[in-house]
């Protein structure tokens, strides 16, 4: 398959350097860490050579499974193994990580997955491990710039229960699934790359 037959999302070639800046940083200690929501899988084969260290797990719902197989296999990486099925709201895959990333879903789910999503996360990541969430937030019930409020428009004329998350709400359920805040940081066209890390007292 060519580069022009790949799916694309022209997001990924925007903000995957600005994200790639934090990751190095926070992913210097990593040894696997587990993409929840891998898209075109663009974010992985771009991050996962730049990032030898560690192996960049990828995973996807049934349905766009081939779309991640499309890019790992134009682009190859020996620390990128084949993706993994991974339905939100259902059972995960078993898998232990010291890392997880996912780029611009929290605002794709549905609100009732939101805290399954931090459930699962626990039980995934190892004691001590990072939770790193990209993308749009409001902050204090405002959004951060008006493209956003109009960007949360659209979301929900497609769904009601898709929409640009609260913060606060993210950090509450964070926090009930044994997580805690350490950084939120302010990326281009007003996204957000959040990090909770768990707690070291869970198994």
């Known amino acids: 398959m060519s580069c022009t037959e790949l799916p694309d999302a022209p997001s990924c070639g925007r903000n995957r350097e600005p994200i790639l800046q934090h990751l190095t940083r926070l992913l210097a200690c990593s040894r696997k860490v587990l993409e929840v929501g891998s898209g075109t899988g663009q974010h992985a084969v771009y991050f996962a050579p730049q990032l030898p260290h560690l192996e960049w797990q990828t995973s996807e719902r049934p349905q766009q499974l081939e779309a991640v197989k499309s890019w790992l296999a134009e682009r190859p990486s020996s620390n990128l193994p084949q993706p993994l099925v991974l339905e939100v709201g259902d059972a995960w895959p078993e898998i232990c990580a010291d890392a997880i990333f996912t780029a611009n879903t929290l605002h794709i789910m549905s609100a009732a997955l939101v805290p399954q999503f931090f459930v699962h996360c626990a039980d995934v990541l190892q004691p001590g491990g990072l939770l790193i969430v990209y993308g749009p937030v409001k902050i204090a ?63």
């Open 141 to 203: 019930g405002e959004f951060i710039g008006p493209s956003n409020a109009d960007f949360d428009l659209q979301l929900k004329a497609r769904d009601p229960n898709r929409g640009i998350r609260d913060l606060e709400w993210l950090d509450r359920l964070a926090q009930r699934a044994g997580f805690s805040r350490t950084e939120l940081n302010y990326l281009p066209a007003n996204n957000q790359l959040m990090v909770w890390r768990k707690s070291d007292n869970q198994e």
